[in-house]
């Protein structure tokens, strides 16, 4: 199983990136997805930044990123979707998504890099 993240690039403070995660090969209608971040030179951080449940019933955010981002997902199209606007330098990181099924298998994809400079 293989998950793929992408639409990561360079943004200018304040902008916006709205980044797609497929992923097929599992019940993706029945997973909980997440997103977590790695920043430069730091290990990646073991709380995720936006988690939404099956059927999109709950949702959650970490403190850093409340109100900013925006996690939604599209069942038909095995899709994870992370909006993200108000985009700060201390944004820049490589972003992943994860799946947990609820077989209590956990995927993640190989990440895409987000960077936010003038």
């Known amino acids: 199983v293989h998950l793929v993240e992408s639409g990561g690039g360079l943004v200018q403070p304040g902008g916006s990136l709205n980044l797609p995660c497929l992923a097929p090969?599992?019940?993706?209608?029945?997973?909980?997805m997440r997103w977590y971040r790695q920043a430069p030179s730091k290990p990646r951080e073991e709380y995720y930044i936006?988690?939404?449940?099956?059927?999109?019933?709950?949702?959650d955010y970490a403190d850093s990123v409340e109100g900013r981002f925006t996690v939604s997902r599209d069942n038909p199209k095995n899709t994870v979707y992370l909006r993200m606007t108000g985009l700060k330098p201390e944004d820049t990181a490589v972003y992943y998504c994860?799946?947990?099924?609820?077989?209590?298998?956990?995927?993640w994809g190989q990440g895409t890099q987000v960077t936010v400079s003038s």
């Open positions: 994860y799946a947990w099924t609820q077989e209590g298998r956990g995927y």
């Open positions: 090969g599992f019940d993706f209608s029945t997973s909980t």
């Open positions: 936006a988690h939404i449940g099956i059927y999109g019933r709950y949702i």
